[in-house]
């Protein structure tokens, strides 16, 4: 009797970038809210970008203003999050490519 | 055990308990999701394990596991001389969000009737001077003054289209329109012989040039009645009206602001309208997408997100995996037309 294989959930890939690419161990604790909030406003796929404000970010989170920062910017430097846009006064466009093994 | 993680990510987020809990509680709750028992939902990870998948302390594990069972995500079984057992329970369904609806506007279309505040001087400043025939007329200085009706419907009114919005001109008798033409909304014969011209002069005058251009001449009387410099008032009409005057630039320039002002009212009209229609539209799909989805069960839901998504068109990034810088990536992503989700 054979059985049809499980459809591969959309969580597969972050799976493996946190757990098998070891991303969750060098991600801070608040990071890794930050980084939840931006794939989950991201449909959980990757490869796409999504626009946030840090507000809706720290609305969702709950975490400070300065948290959320620098919780970006250490998510920019892992590669994890690439912020496309710069234009002051609007939000940011966030794009989350799945990074290339190390 | 990856249904436990496919639940971090669907109902952990949306819970109330992701905004309270801490980071190294959810890295530690990741960790437990990951370690679950495909069966039973139970799992088994020593804290060592947890420290090391999630990169935190043993101390800060611990803290992360009582914060976690406090907050009744995670059921912790203790027996000595056995391995600690885990199980995530289910997170508490988020709170019903009170519908955002924005406070109602004015429904009714935006009246012109009234003269804005910001509008220009009204053209009556020395209202008491002036000879004896212009008495009369200083009733449409007044403030007031544009409330007057039209005693009957005139034959000075223009003939070509009238347009629909216009705002009147501070006290005068006249309107102007968005486009910059002078509306009648009096008897200009009338207006003429009150100004102290013969009825008959009056009325070979108005069949020789239209309303507009006896209203140009009218309101340059105005307003030179207003400054003291109108010395023979039917004498100036008269003749303003045979040679074609044109008008004043102090009151051309009134005229303009008016006129601007009304186009920018117009605008905002517009532009409101548009965007009640289109949130009334978004109101409607969102009622018809909310019907359906009630309708829909959880497991026939979750299907259709995943086909959903999964017929998406795949960027082009996905289909070179030569890109590993990912700054190249997002430009790539953005350049073939991947729009940001809002």
Known sequence: ?102 | MDRYFFRVEHELLRSEAFKTLGGSAIKVYLVLGLHSDFGTGWSFPSIRTIATRAGLSRQTVLSALDELAAAGLVAIQREQGKPNAYRLLQPTPPRPTPSRRKPDRPSGPISFEEPPATGPDSLDQNRSSGQKSLELLSQFFDASGHDLRPKQETRTKPKHNAPTASVPIPGTPFQLTAEGRLQVTVDLKELLTDQGLPPRIAQKLLAQKDAEAVAKVLLNAFYLKSQGKLQNGPGYIRVGIEQGYDLLPQVADRLESRRRELQAQIRAQARRAERRQAESKADEEAAAIAMVLERLGPAELENLVSQALASLPAPLVRRNPTLSNPFVRARVYELAGGEPLE
């Open chain 1, 1 to 102: 009797m054979t059985t049809a294989a499980p459809a591969p959930v959309q969580a597969d890939w972050l799976k493996e970038l946190l757990f098998d690419r070891g991303y969750l161990a060098r991600i801070k604790g608040e990071a890794i809210k930050v980084y939840l909030v931006i794939v989950q406003a991201c449909g959980g796929r990757p490869d796409r970008s999504v626009r946030l404000s840090l507000a809706q970010i720290q609305q969702r989170t709950r975490l400070s203003c300065p948290t959320v920062i620098e919780s970006l910017q250490r998510l920019e430097r892992l590669g994890l999050v690439v912020s496309t846009t710069r234009e002051p006064g609007r939000a940011k466009t966030y794009y989350v490519p799945n990074p290339p093994a190390a």
